[in-house]
């Protein structure tokens, strides 16, 4: 079985490079024909607030003909209160805004022989309601599961590829991701999914006594490079390929790019500059 991340489309309800992009990515998302899709976040070009551009990137995926599910990013949603890019934290508001044109941004999908889970990693750590909601929520997942084994989608990374960089909100919060493990103690958990870096990585992580992958899926929008580390800078979409069967439990991940992508810096982006300064942020 086959599915799809594609993450940080960073869509601007002006259009240009990134919308482009993604309305190639989901020519290609539509030939491959996965059983899933998940978009881990950022949908939106860099404002949580803007309605527009949240309108316009939902309309696009539209064009994504299998089933999609979304998880909030920073930009969509804000982050915890902790290091927040642009001041923007999360907030009750924020969040209804997302989930009113996306659905829940945090849902179980129970595909073939697998389970995917997917969580909104910017409200761990907030204090919020919302967050002790999806924590309650996360222990009901467990008995749902039961012996199929898991995949893990969040926004930012649970298992952080760079703790030496501390002026940004890299991954989650240490404490979340113990609870996030603990919690799921008993789920046969096999991948791990999350966007928020905007460059493609493949790891391992030892979970109790099996070992799981760990993938940092590229940007659609635009690339990030030099957080150090062996990392892919480079706009693609990653494709799973979830064995079943007597290969159940496998997990192989491939990156998959296209020729024909606008592929240069945010500041080259008309459309990143013009949301920089509604927001009122220089680089
Ligand atoms: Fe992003
Ligand atoms: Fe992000």
Redesign the pocket.
């Known amino acids: 079985m086959k599915i799809i991340q594609l ?2 489309t ?1 869509i601007s309800q002006l259009g240009g490079a990134t919308a482009e992009n993604l309305t190639k990515f989901i020519t290609l998302i539509n030939d491959i024909d996965p059983t899933l899709v998940v978009h881990s ?2 949908i939106a070009i860099l404002d949580p607030d803007n309605r527009g551009d949240r309108a316009f990137a939902h309309e696009l995926l539209q064009g994504i003909q299998a089933p999609l599910r979304v998880i909030p ?3 969509d949603v804000g982050e915890r209160p902790e290091n927040a890019w642009a001041g923007l934290v999360v907030t009750p508001e924020r969040l209804n805004a997302f989930t009113s044109t996306f659905g829940p941004d945090h849902w179980l999908e129970l595909v073939g022989e697998w389970a995917v889970i997917g969580l909104n990693s910017e409200i761990m750590g907030s204090g919020l309601p919302e967050e002790h909601a999806q924590w309650v929520w996360l222990e009901t997942v467990v008995a749902q599961v039961g012996d199929r084994p898991a995949l893990v989608f969040t926004h930012k990374p649970v298992f952080n590829p760079y703790p030496q960089l501390t002026e940004h909100n890299i991954a989650i919060p240490e404490e979340s991701r113990r609870r996030l493990l603990d919690v799921l103690a008993g789920v046969r958990l096999t991948g791990f999914g999350s ?2 870096l ?1 460059e493609y990585a493949v790891s391992t992580q030892h979970i109790g006594d099996a070992e799981a992958v760990v993938v940092s899926a590229p ?1 659609t ?1 635009f690339a990030h490079g030099g957080l150090g580390g062996p990392a892919l800078a480079q706009l693609g979409i990653v494709e799973y390929l979830l064995g079943e069967g007597a290969q159940r439990g496998s997990v192989q991940p491939f990156f998959r790019n296209l020729a024909t992508l606008t592929e240069v810096p945010p500041t080259d982006i008309a459309e990143f500059a013009a949301a920089l300064e509604q927001l009122g942020v220089t680089l």
């Open positions: 993450s940080d960073h976040g950022d990013g920073n930009h966007g928020h905007h940007a929008g």
